[in-house]
């Protein structure tokens, strides 16, 4: 018993975790996705699509409160039955292998054109993807705490973005809404697929030392998320505007170009060996997930076999992506579906949930 306590999550490291799981590289192209439609109402659209993640924390909390310790693999075999409700686990695991391979590659195309363009894609995936089961491996506590240093590492960089404000114009925020709320709503699509993770709030809620805490967790962590997302997209289009945050693929990147440190001659560098810390980190947790989701389906206790049958599999997948155009594509494609099938899930197990504790009183 005392092994199983040792190993339970502390409020800062299930909050930090779920941030953990949401923010990831995405965060460098998320405002290059937003301005698309809502041009310089991109950070608007940013808020809007918080409204998803918010859905998915109310439930969440709610599922949390009826089943404190069980997670949704074991309440999808309950309510749904043992054949659909494997279907549905599964079919929730692979959006986790999607996000892990997506991360994966996108580390290696930010390093490829911004500091290791000497080395090929599959020098920078194996050593990735050997570091990420060496930290999945580690189990969720020692995960808790590198998410933990990671959030730490993601407020300073989102803080040290406010230093290139001087450089940018007011002018190219204005005028407000004048994007037209169509547009705002449809790049709030796009913001709505960044804030993809916070459904593994499912996974993680039975872990947490106190389970009371499970509803000031997940809206913290979403908070810390917004603010986040809202600010990099703000200072994007404040410094680069919305034009020009249009058509470069890391607009993030192109902004620190504006950050002056005397006794640095580039922060960008410093910047990517920071953010280095918080990619590594998500392409961690997602491998977790997943495995966590496929040992449950399988009924694998020893979870170390599976991390090593699925390196050849990720690393082949990696290397089946040739760029970072055909990533995003792959992940336009998908990712609408993925939301849809989670809010389904999602919202059908909350019903029934529901129900039978309506029948019961």
């Known amino acids: 018993m005392d092994n199983v306590k040792k190993n339970l999550l502390e409020e800062g490291e299930a909050t930090a975790m779920i941030v953990g799981f949401i923010i990831g590289t995405s965060i460098l192209a998320l405002p290059n996705g937003v301005v698309q439609d809502a041009k310089q109402d991109g950070w608007i659209s940013v808020l809007v699509g918080g409204l998803y993640p918010f859905y998915i924390a109310l439930l969440a909390i709610y599922y949390a409160k009826k089943h404190p310790n069980q997670d949704i693999l074991a309440l999808s075999n309950i309510y749904l039955g043992r054949i659909l409700g494997t279907i549905c686990n599964v079919l929730f695991m692979v959006e986790?292998?999607?996000?892990?391979?997506?991360?994966?590659?996108?580390?290696?195309?930010?390093?490829?054109?911004?500091?290791?363009?000497?080395?090929?894609?599959?020098?920078?995936?194996?050593?990735?993807?050997?570091?990420?089961?060496?930290?999945?491996?580690?189990?969720?506590?020692?995960?808790?705490?590198?998410?933990?240093?990671?959030?730490?590492?993601?407020?300073?960089?989102?803080v040290a973005l406010s230093s290139t404000v001087k450089s940018g114009n007011y002018l190219n925020l204005f005028p407000i809404f004048g994007s037209g709320v169509k547009n705002i709503l449809s790049g709030s699509t796009e913001s709505a697929l960044a804030y993809g993770g916070m459904e593994a709030i499912y996974l993680i809620y039975p872990y947490l030392k106190d389970k009371n805490k499970v509803k000031k967790i997940s809206l913290k962590a979403l908070s810390i998320t917004m603010a986040i997302y809202i600010w990099v997209t703000f200072v994007c289009i404040y410094v680069l505007g919305y034009k020009v945050t249009s058509i470069a693929l890391w607009p993030v990147l192109l902004v620190t170009e504006g950050v002056n440190i005397p006794i640095l001659n580039s922060f960008r560098f410093l910047y990517l060996f920071l953010w280095s810390i918080v990619m590594f980190k998500i392409i961690a947790n997602e491998q977790y997930a997943f495995v966590y989701i496929l040992s449950d389906v399988l009924k694998i206790k020893d979870k170390s076999k599976l991390y090593w049958f699925i390196f050849p599999i990720a690393l082949y997948l990696c290397l089946e992506i040739k760029n970072e155009v055909q990533r995003r594509a792959i992940i336009g494609y998908l990712a609408p579906k993925i939301v849809l099938f989670n809010i389904a899930y999602i919202s059908i197990i909350a019903i029934l949930i529901f129900l039978k504790d309506k029948s019961k009183k």
């Open 96 to 158: 986790f292998g999607i996000f892990t391979v997506a991360a994966i590659v996108s580390l290696s195309n930010i390093f490829r054109v911004y500091a290791t363009y000497f080395l090929t894609p599959i020098k920078i995936f194996i050593p990735t993807i050997l570091l990420a089961i060496y930290l999945s491996d580690k189990g969720i506590k020692i995960l808790g705490r590198i998410n933990k240093i990671s959030l730490y590492t993601i407020i300073i960089l989102a």
